[in-house]
């Protein structure tokens, strides 16, 4: 929908809330249209998809061993440690002057094998589902053999004829470019101004071919789909609307599950799961929630949050436009220090089924990324990059609101989850620069 089509002050005037949003302001919005899970309509994903998901990780599981011998400890499976972190409790506590209550973990994709960030999830997952179809069609491999066979030059001759392209503001390119690479294939990362450079140096290191583009996430994606998709081999991983890349997202939900039993969490009616998730285009924190409320059902509450100058699927959710409308279509920028959250125009897959699952969106200033990520630093010698430190706001956000209030929720049982969405590949350099960022505006 172009600028012009757009009535501004109608739904300025219909959702009051647009005011504050279009001002930056940081902002708290229920979703109105969250469905019980009996209610919710059938879905264009089944719970067997996303089993099968599970599937195939398990069936390339012997070529990440080879391939990435840093995954030969968790036998070839791509996956995250949960950790404690009620020991920044007391500093947010006084930050935000409110105390948040129930028990602080962090879920750590931020150190996933690979990418070091979540879209090692979704972005490995669809190039593997894309390598498998090609290697079965050409009768190379069947689902019973031993994938090991992935890592070998057979294959990576083979996968050399094709291409790979997607549009990307850093990290889910980071995943593409490496695991195609990896397996053989010629990729292309298409990339946004707002695109961190250590992302594209290390990109091209592993042997990618990096397009870069003066305009944002759009721009990139839209140049990107085009020209891989006049290669007749060319195949585009596209975030805006991929089923695949959902489904490889699905998944973290399983593997959480099993984490939570392990550490002896009880989710139930009367001690809740609040996840709090990044979004960008909304395909990651789509998958994981829909992943989540498949194992939890009601007993979990989702949370995505935005930036206040790239608040795209929170704009698209309330409008109910979603991916028709754009941040710019409200006069935001889309510039933002959280270069995987700098998304002017929402998915149109994810956003569509996120609108019946997920509790609410907030928003926040760039500045508090640069705390926040401090203090976790400070208090747990965990570091991860300002995208992924906008989830740790998630438990004084819902707490100055009345959510748990309306839904009889007693504070005192909630397990409280921030997602950390990366960090493990930021240089040294920018850790330093980000620490002391966020230290000066905790100083000052």
Not at 82 to 97: A, Q, V
Not at 187 to 193: D, H, Q
């Amino acid at each position: 929908m172009e600028n012009n089509q757009i009535d501004v002050s109608y739904f300025k005037s219909k959702y009051p809330l647009l005011n504050k949003i279009t001002e930056r302001e940081s902002v708290f919005w229920q979703n109105p249209h969250l469905e019980q899970m009996n209610d919710v309509p059938e879905l264009p994903i089944s719970v067997e998809d996303m089993k099968e998901a599970e599937a195939l990780w398990h069936r390339f599981a012997p070529f990440f061993e080879k391939a990435f011998p840093e995954t030969k400890e968790t036998d070839g499976i791509i996956e995250s440690p949960i950790r404690e972190i009620n020991s920044i409790n007391g500093k947010l506590n006084d930050m935000y002057s409110k105390t948040v209550e129930g028990n602080y973990y962090l879920k750590c994709d931020n150190e996933l094998p690979i990418a070091g960030s979540i879209k090692a999830r979704g972005g490995v997952y669809e190039v593997l589902y894309y390598a498998e179809e090609l290697a079965i069609n050409a009768q190379m491999i069947n689902k019973d053999d031993n994938y090991e066979a992935f890592y070998s030059e057979k294959f990576r001759k083979f996968f050399s004829q094709y291409s790979i392209g997607v549009g990307s503001t850093g990290n889910l390119g980071l995943s593409i470019g490496i695991i195609s690479a990896k397996l053989g294939f010629h990729v292309t990362v298409y990339m946004s101004s707002d695109a961190k450079q250590w992302k594209k140096d290390l990109l091209r290191k592993k042997g990618v071919l990096v397009k870069e583009f003066a305009g944002d996430f759009s721009v990139a994606i839209k140049s990107g789909r085009q020209e891989t998709l006049n290669h007749p081999d060319g195949y585009f991983v596209d975030d805006e609307d991929s089923m695949h890349l959902f489904l490889g997202y699905s998944v973290a939900a399983l593997r959480l599950e099993n984490q939570l039993k392990e550490k002896d969490i009880v989710i139930d009616k009367d001690h809740p799961l609040f996840v709090y998730l990044p979004c960008g285009v909304g395909g990651s924190p789509g998958g994981i929630t829909y992943g989540l409320k498949q194992v939890f059902g009601d007993h979990v509450h989702c949370f995505f949050v935005e930036p206040t100058h790239s608040p795209s699927v929170l704009i698209g959710l309330l409008t109910g436009l979603n991916e028709k409308v754009s941040v710019q279509d409200f006069g935001l920028d889309n510039h933002t220090e959280a270069d995987g959250l700098a998304v002017g125009r929402p998915s149109k897959f994810a956003t569509s089924i996120s609108d019946y699952l997920i509790s609410g969106v907030y928003t926040l200033q760039d500045d508090e990324l640069f705390k926040l990520l401090t203090v976790l630093f400070e208090e747990t010698d965990i570091f991860i990059e300002p995208s992924a430190a906008s989830s740790l706001k998630g438990p004084w956000q819902v707490a100055q609101s009345n959510y748990m209030k309306q839904h009889q929720i007693n504070p005192e049982n909630v397990t409280h989850l921030a997602w950390a969405t990366g960090g493990a590949l930021v240089p040294e350099r920018d850790r330093k620069h980000f620490y002391e960022k966020g230290k000066a505006l905790l100083d000052g």
